[in-house]
């Protein structure tokens, strides 16, 4: 969905350095989100914003930190990354209230060697 | 925290023919139950959704049905055709304990293949 965009699309690192992803979107919505997906494991949450001011832990959160600069930008770090955390990353944005369809970005392929 | 299981990993059929996709989820206060699909290369989409207060859902070739009693969900595609190809999630959208803010749990996905 070219409303929520993901750069880099790709991004090949080494154990220990610090990276950053990040995420845009033009939705205007106020809900954003960071997934992981593994084969066989699905889409994990790893943190959700409600609002700039709310700042979420998923279910694995472990390794990973998130700023919510703006109502349009939320960022995934890896402060220290290790080949585990190789997977395909995605954000996602909702609307508030009863509507609750989450818009998916293009994702992004980490490789950590 | 809700759990939610999708079976099976991998579906293989022939064109024409149906695909079932079945899930079951933990939290029977889970109110909301989409399906995704995501194409190669590709974030997922929505593609059909059901919300508890509702049986069964249709939109063309593709239904949702919903047993709360049960706890489970299954999506059904008809008349298969080649570009149903991609992985189908469920999911089930349950609040947080005490909040009116609430969040998605997927399904570990479903490989379908149409062959022509």
């Known amino acids: 969905d070219a409303d929520v965009t993901q750069t880099p699309r790709n991004r090949i690192t080494k154990t220990g350095k610090r990276i950053m992803l990040e995420c845009s979107q033009t939705?205007?919505?106020?809900?954003m989100y960071w997934y992981r997906q593994d084969p066989g494991l699905g889409l994990r949450l790893i943190y959700y914003s409600f609002d700039v001011k709310d700042i979420n832990k998923g279910e694995i959160s472990d390794g990973y930190s998130v700023s919510r600069q703006a109502q349009a930008k939320f960022s995934l770090s890896l402060e220290s990354a290790i080949p585990n955390q190789t997977a395909l990353y995605f954000c996602?944005?909702?609307?508030?209230?009863?509507?609750?369809?989450?818009?998916f970005g293009p994702g992004t392929r980490l490789t950590v060697l | 925290g809700e759990n939610v299981e999708q079976h099976p990993s991998t579906l293989s059929v022939q064109e024409g023919d149906s695909a079932v996709i079945k899930c079951t989820y933990s939290?029977?206060?889970?109110?909301?139950f989409p399906w995704y699909k995501q194409e190669l290369g590709k974030g997922p989409q929505l593609i059909i959704d059901?919300?508890?207060?509702?049986g069964e859902k249709k939109d063309q070739r593709i239904a949702v049905t919903l047993n709360k009693t049960a706890k489970h969900f299954s999506l059904h595609i008809t008349e298969t055709q080649p570009e149903d190809s991609a992985v189908y999630f469920c999911a089930a959208y349950h609040f947080r304990s005490g909040t009116s803010y609430g969040k998605l749990t997927f399904g570990q996905g479903t490989i379908l293949t149409v062959h022509p």
């Open positions: 996602a944005t909702s609307d508030w209230g009863g509507n609750y369809e989450q818009f």
């Open positions: 059901i919300r508890s207060n509702v």
């Open positions: 939705k205007g919505h106020d809900r």
């Open positions: 939290d029977s206060a889970s109110n909301y």
